[in-house]
């Protein structure tokens, strides 16, 4: 590795202009310490920092490029797309081919609506979902995030239903009094919290595989339970996709589990690294959203052509006979190395793997939700994180993210990434 006084100088210079000196906090790396690489370009597996290092990569900007950095059929659509203008303000032929495709593969989605960001796409289900009900209240899990919409940055509370309290300044209680968290795997909770609040739920949303506490699986009949429950009661249940969405499954999480929500939101992977989120679900439901409904909601850039056709793109490849397997099969690979290794120098580590993202938890308890999740050796992480990082192996800098293939990371790379591992481990072994 050579030494990274540019990334020094530039995050210096960053932070002057900058909160943090990122655009989001997660990059910051405050969670495991040092300085963030900058990065200036980026191909396949791997990417670049100012420096000269090189990195394979496994966060490929927290989930979208499922195809590699800069894949060529994505640049050359791009290249296309920009010379008949980067948007219209209008309808296009392209904006039915994305989403004919995302209503084609996800069962749940007859009718989609797209906008710009995973968080839009929450806030808008939400209100769809209120405006449908005539319900405020929604349940969501600790430990799972859906963006940073005011009402979902509640993360406090866990045992039953506890109203929430707001997780961030600048977030009126107003605001989450109508929020209710329980914790993630856990039936029970979410059944008494319906009971609790009988006939004031408008929805119960949730991530069916969750990957904002790390890696963590629905345990079995979870989510169907989910889905009985709020049928019961008359609420919607929304699938947050927006991460899991032709991640875990070619037809996301609803298409793996084989569990059909009322409501599903999306981003990353369908915009191919470009900015994007959409919702969708039931026809009769969406048919409240304006034009068609009363219920609002509107964007400047809404199903840009850019971040269409890329998307597009992406989703055809994957529809290519074998691509999306060859990725998850790295992706198993990539796992049993790591486990394997970790075994070999008695290092406790759970590791869970959901199709082409993957997680590890340095414990040797199992991780089912939030407060399990929260025991593992974040200490421990960092460490890795770091030595692998000297490496040239490129993980998310928190122990509460994913880390995710590309159909770039072909079996030299993950070879390249499982000697690197070896060597972190012995490290931390000692
Ligand atoms: P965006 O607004 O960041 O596009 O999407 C919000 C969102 C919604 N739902 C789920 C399940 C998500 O994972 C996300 C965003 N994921 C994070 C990664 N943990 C984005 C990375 C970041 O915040 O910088």
């Known amino acids: 590795m050579k030494p990274i006084t540019e990334s020094e100088a530039l995050f210096k210079s960053a932070r002057q202009l900058m909160p943090g000196g990122v655009s989001s906090p997660v990059r910051a790396f405050k969670a495991v310490g040092g300085t963030p690489r900058f990065i200036c370009r980026a191909a396949g597996?791997?990417?670049?920092?100012?420096?000269?290092?090189?990195?394979?990569?496994?966060?490929?900007?927290?989930?979208?490029?499922?195809?590699?950095?800069?894949?060529?059929?994505?640049?050359?659509?791009?290249?296309?797309?920009?010379?008949?203008?980067?948007?219209?303000?209008?309808?296009?032929?392209?904006?039915?081919?994305?989403?004919?495709?995302?209503?084609?593969?996800?069962?749940?989605?007859?009718?989609v609506r797209l906008v710009n960001s995973g968080t839009e796409a929450v806030m808008s289900a939400l209100r769809l979902a209120r405006a449908w009900t005539g319900r405020d209240r929604i349940i969501k899990c600790t430990g799972n995030y859906h963006g940073h919409a005011d009402s979902l940055l509640v993360q406090a509370g866990s045992g039953v239903a506890t109203l929430g309290l707001p997780d961030s300044p600048g977030v009126p209680e107003s605001t989450v009094k109508n929020t209710l968290v329980v914790p993630y795997n856990d039936l029970a909770a979410a059944?008494?919290?319906?009971?609790?609040?009988?006939?004031?739920?408008?929805?119960?949303?949730?991530?069916?595989?969750?990957?904002?506490?790390?890696?963590?699986?629905?345990?079995?009949?979870?989510?169907?339970?989910?889905?009985?429950?709020?049928?019961?009661?008359?609420?919607?249940?929304?699938?947050?996709?927006?991460?899991?969405?032709?991640?875990?499954?070619?037809?996301?999480?609803?298409?793996?589990?084989?569990?059909?929500?009322?409501?599903?939101?999306?981003?990353?992977v369908i915009g191919g690294g470009l900015p994007i989120g959409a919702y969708g679900g039931r026809r009769d439901i969406m048919a409240l959203v304006a034009p068609s409904g009363p219920m609002y909601q509107a964007g400047t850039l809404s199903g840009n052509p850019l971040a269409v056709e890329a998307g597009i793109v992406t989703l055809e490849k994957l529809q290519e006979p074998g691509i999306w397997s060859r990725i998850a099969r790295q992706t198993a690979r990539l796992a049993r190395g790591w486990k394997s290794r970790a075994e070999a120098y008695r290092i406790p580590l759970e590791v869970a793997v959901a199709g082409t993202m993957f997680g590890c938890f340095y414990t040797d308890q199992p991780v089912i939700d939030w407060n399990t999740a929260k025991r593992a050796d974040t200490t421990r992480y960092a460490g890795v994180f770091h030595a692998l990082l000297e490496r040239g192996v490129h993980l998310a800098p928190s122990q509460y993210e994913a880390c995710f293939v590309s159909s770039a990371h072909d079996d030299d790379v993950v070879s390249h990434t499982l000697d690197a591992v070896d060597a972190a481990l012995a490290d931390e072994a000692g």
């Open 191 to 268: 059944e008494a919290a319906f009971g609790a609040h009988r006939k004031r739920i408008a929805a119960m949303i949730v991530e069916p595989v969750a990957g904002n506490m790390g890696v963590v699986l629905p345990q079995k009949g979870y989510l169907q339970g989910l889905r009985d429950i709020t049928r019961a009661h008359d609420a919607l249940l929304i699938f947050d996709e927006v991460m899991t969405g032709f991640r875990v499954h070619p037809s996301g999480a609803q298409g793996l589990y084989q569990v059909t929500p009322d409501l599903t939101t999306l981003g990353k």
């Open 45 to 111: 597996a791997w990417l670049e920092d100012v420096d000269g290092n090189r990195y394979v990569d496994y966060v490929l900007s927290y989930g979208p490029l499922i195809l590699g950095h800069a894949h060529p059929a994505i640049v050359n659509a791009l290249t296309g797309t920009i010379r008949r203008g980067t948007a219209y303000g209008t309808p296009t032929r392209r904006e039915i081919t994305l989403v004919r495709l995302i209503t084609t593969l996800l069962p749940g989605m007859d009718m």
